[in-house]
């Protein structure tokens, strides 16, 4: 190590010191995980008040709950699990705004190429409606697989599932999506 240069502590260093009542060890913990719990976040709420609000209330679980921490995952991955609790209980309680569309614009046949603004609006129309037709857990397991690159392993760390239940999950989202795709959209 280079003379002068600080040596990081590891999280289970700051773990054990944290749940000794250190709370200085806790906050370096928060700041160090803060942008991926944040991140995670903003993947299902775009609004930046709702994110901060659910990372505060992450934090503040993981903070009463770090003495029940088995270190069976990595750190990340149970914060990211209490964030997604956050998440699905917020996205059960929020009332959920569907968008009609007309006819026209679910005929894919007549929306042109892939980079007319025209279609790039109605894309994200359609794909907000079909997100928001969904079960809060399908939601979230399409989201972390297609959106963020998550195996089905490490969904099922984050989620709590069972990898199968993961898989099964996926696969029926997909028949559903693709049933979506080749039915149009109600």
């Known amino acids: 190590m280079m003379a002068g240069a600080e040596q990081v502590p590891e999280d289970r260093d700051l773990i054990e010191k944290a749940c000794a009542g250190d709370d200085s060890a806790f906050e370096a913990l928060m700041r160090r995980y803060s942008g991926q719990v944040r991140s995670f976040i ?4 775009r609004n930046r008040a709702m994110v901060d609000d659910l990372a505060q209330e992450t934090f503040a679980k993981a903070y009463f709950g770090l003495k029940s921490f088995r270190r069976e995952a990595a750190l990340e991955t149970w914060l990211k699990r209490i964030a997604l609790r956050q998440c ?16 026209d614009a679910r005929e894919s046949a007549d929306i042109p190429g892939p980079f007319d603004p025209e279609h790039q609006i109605k894309a994200r129309l359609l ?9 809060p857990l399908d939601r979230i397991i399409l989201t972390l697989h297609y959106g ?4 089905g392993e490490e969904i099922a760390k984050i989620t709590g599932l069972s990898k199968a239940n993961v898989k099964v999950r996926a696969f029926r989202l997909r028949q559903k999506l693709k049933a979506l795709r080749d039915g149009g959209y109600q």
């Open 42 to 45: 903003a993947r299902f709420f």
């Open 88 to 103: 699905l209980d917020q996205m059960r309680n929020r009332k959920i705004v569907t968008v009609s569309f007309d006819e």
């Open 127 to 135: 794909l907000a409606q079909i997100m928001q037709s969904l079960a």
């Open 148 to 151: 963020d690159g998550y195996s």
